[in-house]
């Protein structure tokens, strides 16, 4: 079950709106235990106003194509001619966890090239809030390791990436890796910029998701 919105009621002193869609795990009820939650960003080419456009590829493709994920997915599309906005992106969380009934103890994050950039972005501003990270082939942003120590992080990259260099992944990783940090770093040796496809599919990475839970208090 998908759900689409075109507005953001935000708190007073913010002026915050975006276009996301949700996607509903097959056995959702609103009452109960929480549900995952799994944040995706993408990346420049599904920028808009138009939420088809923006699940044309990667992982909104792959749940509308039939897959079915244990998460509520959500999927907010960044403006034209701008980038994700970790303010933005925040005060959407907070109204998808008052809106949906979220086990806020699971709550994952993930994005692809530009919104691989956002990814990293956001767990360095909210890592306290999130349960593990999948960033794919996002450029390179300088991340604090103090920020990740205790998030879960998986990158994919491929080598022979023509749009962003796999060194900009590789000096993150090193980064963080060399503070001690848990980062597992997969690499696709013939992939170009493409490097979410095959990892979107992937149910490893669900897996892997859910074996990582926020502790609460």
């Not at 994050?109 to 530009?114: C, D, I, Q, V, Y």
């Not at 956001?122 to 205790?150: M, Q, T, W, Y």
């Not at 848990?182 to 992937?202: I, K, L």
Request: net charge negative.
């Amino acid at each position: 079950m998908k759900q689409d919105d075109f507005g953001l009621d935000a708190q007073v002193t913010l002026d915050v709106s975006i276009p996301y869609r949700v996607y509903l795990p097959t056995d959702y009820d609103a009452s109960g235990d929480g549900y995952p939650m799994l944040y995706f960003l993408h990346g420049a080419g599904e920028r808009g106003n138009d939420l088809d456009w923006m699940a044309r590829i990667a992982l909104p493709k792959y749940i509308e194509d039939g897959a079915e994920l244990p998460f509520v997915t959500v999927c907010p599309q960044c403006p034209s001619d701008k980038r994700w906005d970790a303010l933005t992106l925040t005060t959407l969380l907070d109204k998808v966890v008052d809106d949906y009934n979220i086990d806020t103890s699971r709550i994952y994050l993930t994005g692809l090239s530009m919104g691989g950039w956002g990814t990293w972005d956001l767990a360095n501003r909210i890592s306290d809030r999130l349960a593990a990270a999948i960033p794919i082939c996002g450029p390179f942003l300088r991340v604090i390791p103090e920020h990740f120590k205790d998030l879960p992080v998986w990158c994919f990259h491929g080598v022979m990436d023509s749009v962003i260099p796999v060194a900009d992944s590789v000096r993150m990783v090193k980064s963080l890796r060399d503070a001690g940090c848990n980062v597992e770093f997969t690499t696709y040796a013939n992939a170009d910029h493409d490097s979410w496809t095959e990892t979107y599919q992937n149910p490893e990475i669900y897996d892997w998701l859910l074996s990582h839970r926020k502790a609460q208090g």
